[in-house]
């Protein structure tokens, strides 16, 4: 028993140094890199240059589009012809009228905006006759004798033509009754109205045919 006593001593010095020596190698050795996870770092600005800029499209070249009022009415254009007989005899030809400012009226006798206006037509005409204005109402799709009474009844005093079989309504695009256009002495289109107006429209319309008249509703 006594012989195993420095055995079992040396045994466990032993195995003392050699967990000595493991506790010093850990701790002698380098220690374990830790990652890090660092934030981007900002972008530095970059100056403002024609290459570096984006290129943006182009803005729209200026264009004078065409109001929906311009194109319904065929503003600036010429005239369509207009050749229909007249109420009580003779022929309604706007080319003969050539020279002269002409403010021409699609209309029905049984539309009330119709009677309503012909009595302020009948007054512009009165008023700007001398200064070569003329006044033609086309009634459409009538009898003249229908045409002729209504006439009358409100003492129409400027030629109605009878556009019998609608052809001319269709060649103006006249579409609404009543509808008016202006045409100036070259024969242009240069106002128009849908029916139902009253005298300021009108003067308007006579001062755009009319330069240098004092036309007043």
């Not at 264009?63 to 929906?68: G, Y």
């Not at 009878?162 to 695009?173: F, K, V």
Request: charged fraction near 15%; glycine fraction near 10%; aromatic fraction near 6%.
């Amino acid at each position: 028993m006594e012989s195993r006593a420095p055995i079992a001593a040396g045994l466990g010095s032993g195995v003392l140094v050699a967990v000595l020596l493991i506790v010093a190698l850990v701790a002698l050795g380098p220690a374990p890199q830790v990652a890090r996870v660092s934030p981007t770092a900002p972008r530095s600005p970059v100056a403002a240059s024609p290459t570096a800029a984006r290129p943006t499209a182009p803005p729209p070249s200026a264009s004078i589009v065409p109001s929906p009022g311009d194109q319904a009415f065929h503003i600036g254009e010429t005239a369509p012809s207009l050749v229909v007989p007249q109420v009580g005899g003779g022929t309604i030809d706007l080319a003969v009228l050539r020279g002269k400012p002409v403010w021409v009226n699609f209309m029905g006798t049984y539309c009330p905006p119709c009677r309503d206006e012909f009595p302020l037509m009948n007054g512009f005409y009165a008023r700007y006759a001398d200064d070569g204005l003329i006044v033609l109402a086309i009634d459409v799709r009538e009898e003249e004798g229908t045409v002729a009474a209504f006439a009358q009844e409100l003492n129409a005093t400027f030629p109605i033509g009878l556009d019998a079989d609608g052809s001319a309504q269709r060649a103006w695009e006249a579409v609404v009754l009543p509808v008016h256009f202006w045409i100036d002495a070259e024969g242009i289109i240069r106002d128009g109205a849908l029916g139902g107006i009253g005298p300021d429209i009108m003067a308007d319309g006579l001062r755009k045919i009319m330069p240098g008249v004092n036309v007043t509703p």
